[in-house]
């Protein structure tokens, strides 16, 4: 992972001299480059250089070209992260299965589910409201400075370093508080949240490092390390699951549960985020990135920055207040339950929402993510003369359009498949609890187009930096999930999560619409009748795939006797229903988008051999 690749055909040289020490923010990059750090100051002061010039000499690319060597690149790019993302995943799901088998999927599970969650809640806050949102445009603009903005970028990372580790110290001080404030457990489920919390929430020092480094790595243009480096934290987080297992089996009653116990559930899963920020260190090293902490912020334009990060701190704060509210109610599922009666609570929330990342993470967030600095530079040179706003039509063309031809097909399919997809990844389930789960996959998973647009949404307002639309679009989005989350608490328990997962589908629908018809307006020309021609056909290709995917399935289980290989059948026919299909239903409706994609992942693949 350390070792330094090639310069893929075709790839732009980046800024020759002046590159090593810029981070960025958008989620992965390009490719590598070397270079020692520069010498210099601001534009206009001591020591500063020619336009177009480095201080070596060498020119330095604009942003047309890097753009046009990205959009060449982009399914490299995205397929670099995709592939970190699909090996990270896939040891995910061994994850995920192991942790059901330790702590089941009753109260210790919910237990443990929260107070491992906490710290992600508090990470979004820092990770989408300073350092996503804020560093990568002002470090974009930094880098077309003639000393490439260096003592403004070490400045910036200094607060955002000094930001990380105060915030890591007050969640893990207070701990036990926050355990209280946002979950309903109550007496030894309680103690063991709050166990589990002051284990897990120094994971919001590390994981906040590791954002920043990741960052760092794709400012110089790599993918691979910031998308592989989470494979480390799960084969740590395996490794002690299956300590646990051999040493204590399935513990799913919270008043069993000893110190020893909680140390090593807890303390695996904190190690893991410790040492997938670790391995980054080399990698960073290596590209030639030094940062040098710099104190004070006065006079280096830090004023504009404040503005749009408190816009942007404020709709996350939103965002994390209605996704605490969600995780108070859900785990209280379990208690308002009628004796002897299971409902699906917070873990088979999360457990389902593992399994909903899935399909979203390889597709959509690598395609987003390879399109966002394309963005953000496309609006910073935007103007009577430029071509920034056609480019920029192009660019969210692309995110509507790209992301569809997986992300529709994928949804269809875990909603038909959800039984066995649930009980074959989650053996360790009781059938009852399985069955739960594959309800809330099922309703969950209605939303993922919708969700994708949100997605593309949000990296809009942070490219084009406006904080207020941002912040209207996310008091809708949670504000109608808030609705139906309360709604949650006056229906049946059995109903209670199915609810929750009803208001992710019509919050993300309804905000996919707003925001198509508020950046339809801003920049026009997106061709939107296109847009939602290919998305009806998508849909249609996609049900005549699930419909005998899903009759396929249900007949596989009902023939054979109740037991854990009847899953796996099912699961492979109805697989094998759906491709067929929707494969028909791409021929027969005439997608040439799918054909494209399929073709060009089979020359990928043919290449490979």
Request: charged share 10%; glycine share 10%.
């Amino acid at each position: 992972m350390n070792e330094r690749p090639r310069r893929a055909e075709g790839e732009y040289p980046r800024r020759a001299a002046a590159s090593p020490q810029y981070p960025g923010v958008s989620s992965h990059a390009q490719g590598w480059s070397h270079a020692e750090p520069v010498a210099g100051t601001f534009a206009g002061g001591p020591g500063a250089l020619p336009p177009g010039s480095s201080p070596s000499g060498e020119a330095v690319l604009d942003d047309a070209q890097i753009d046009a060597a990205d959009r060449k690149n982009l399914g490299r790019n995205s397929a670099l992260m995709a592939a970190g993302t699909l090996a990270s995943r896939v040891l995910g799901m061994v994850n995920a299965m192991l942790l059901a088998k330790v702590v089941g999927q009753d109260v210790a599970a919910e237990a443990f589910r929260s107070a491992n969650t906490l710290p992600n809640f508090i990470l979004v806050l820092l990770s989408g409201g300073i350092l996503n949102a804020v560093l990568l445009p002002q470090i974009t603009k930094a880098m077309k400075r003639p000393d490439g903005g260096r003592e403004f970028v070490d400045r910036l990372l200094t607060v955002a370093f000094a930001l990380i580790f105060i915030v890591a110290a007050l969640a893990t001080g207070g701990a036990a508080l926050l355990m209280r404030a946002f979950t309903t457990l109550q007496g030894p489920g309680m103690h063991l949240a709050i166990a589990f919390a002051y284990i897990c929430m120094p994971q919001v020092l590390f994981y906040g490092i590791f954002a920043v480094f990741g960052n760092l790595l794709n400012a110089r243009g790599s993918f691979g390390p910031y998308g592989w480096a989470p494979v480390v934290n799960n084969v740590v987080a395996i490794a002690g699951q299956a300590v646990f297992l051999h040493l204590w089996g399935q513990q799913s009653d919270p008043s069993v549960w000893t110190q020893q116990m909680v140390w090593v559930l807890a303390g695996s899963a904190t190690l893991g985020i410790l040492a997938q920020t670790v391995v980054l260190l080399p990698v960073l090293h290596h590209t030639g990135f030094r940062w040098r902490p710099r104190w004070g912020i006065r006079g280096y334009g830090f004023s504009q920055v404040g503005r749009f990060a408190a816009l942007t701190f404020l709709a996350l704060c939103i965002a994390q207040a209605g996704g605490l509210f969600t995780m108070r109610v859900a785990t209280g599922m379990l208690g308002r339950a009628r004796q002897g009666e299971y409902v699906a609570g917070y873990a088979a929330y999360q457990n389902a929402m593992t399994l909903f990342q899935m399909p979203y993470s390889l597709i959509a967030f690598s395609l987003l993510t390879a399109l966002f600095p394309q963005l953000t530079r496309a609006w910073q040179r935007r103007g009577p003369v430029g071509t920034g706003l056609g480019d920029m039509r192009g660019i969210l063309r692309q995110g509507l359009t790209l992301p569809a031809v997986g992300i529709i097909p994928a949804s269809v399919a875990l909603i038909a498949l959800a039984g066995p997809v649930v009980r074959g990844i989650y053996w360790g389930l009781r059938p009852y609890e399985a069955a739960a789960t594959a309800e809330v996959l099922a309703v969950m998973s209605l939303s993922m187009m919708a969700y994708t647009i949100s997605t593309l949404q949000q990296q809009y307002c942070f490219a084009t930096e406006q904080g207020k639309p941002n912040l209207w679009m996310q008091c809708l989005l949670t504000g109608i999930q808030v609705a139906f989350t309360a709604l949650a608490l006056i229906v049946p328990a059995s109903y209670g999560v199915i609810v929750i997962c009803l208001g992710m589908v019509v919050s993300n629908s309804l905000l996919a619409l707003v925001f198509l018809a508020f950046v339809h307006r801003q920049i026009g020309g997106l061709n939107l009748g296109a847009v939602v021609w290919l998305h009806l056909r998508l849909w249609a290709a996609a049900l005549l795939g699930g419909l005998p995917a899903y009759l396929t399935a249900r007949f596989v289980v009902w023939a054979m006797p109740e037991v854990l290989i009847a899953q796996y059948a099912a699961l492979l026919a109805g697989g094998l229903a759906f491709c067929v299909g929707f494969l028909l239903g791409v021929k027969m409706l005439r997608i040439s988008e799918f054909q494209i994609f399929a073709q060009r992942i089979t020359a990928k693949l043919h290449r490979g051999r």
